[in-house]
Nanobody, 128 residues
């Protein structure tokens, strides 16, 4: 497993954008699929978007389409989730997860198994 740290959450107004970052304290994430998940108020945790860090292939769930973008930096040390046109319903805790040698879609579609590393989460609150 790899220690993950999320950052970038906070209080934002509806309609604004936000960028969340996920990094590993142990170094590059070349061999991992990394995904963003969220648990919004009143709901179970759900997958948002995942990326194969080495190849950059992405997988977006229905939650993510239109307003969310996942990417990684050239050094392959940070995975970013860009959220635009934030809504009150986006309020919740956002987590990143990493799965060694996994495909992006597989991490998003099957995150409930051993071996996946999870960050502590970052709170996003959308409110006027």
């Amino acid at each position: 497993q790899v220690p993950l740290v999320e950052s970038g959450g906070g209080l934002v107004q509806p309609g604004r954008s936000l960028r969340l970052s996920c990094g590993a304290s142990g170094g590059p994430l070349n061999d991992f699929a990394v995904g963003w998940f969220r648990q919004v108020t009143g709901k179970e945790r759900e997958a948002v978007a995942c990326i194969n860090v080495r190849h950059g292939a992405t997988y977006l769930t229905d939650v993510a389409k239109d307003r969310f973008t996942i990417s990684r930096d050239d050094a392959k040390t940070t995975v970013t989730l860009q959220i635009s046109s934030l809504r009150v319903g986006d309020t919740g805790v956002y987590y990143c997860a990493a799965d060694l040698r996994a495909l992006a879609w597989k991490l998003c579609e099957d995150s409930d198994h051993e071996g996946i590393s999870w960050g502590q989460g970052t709170q996003v609150t959308v409110s006027s």
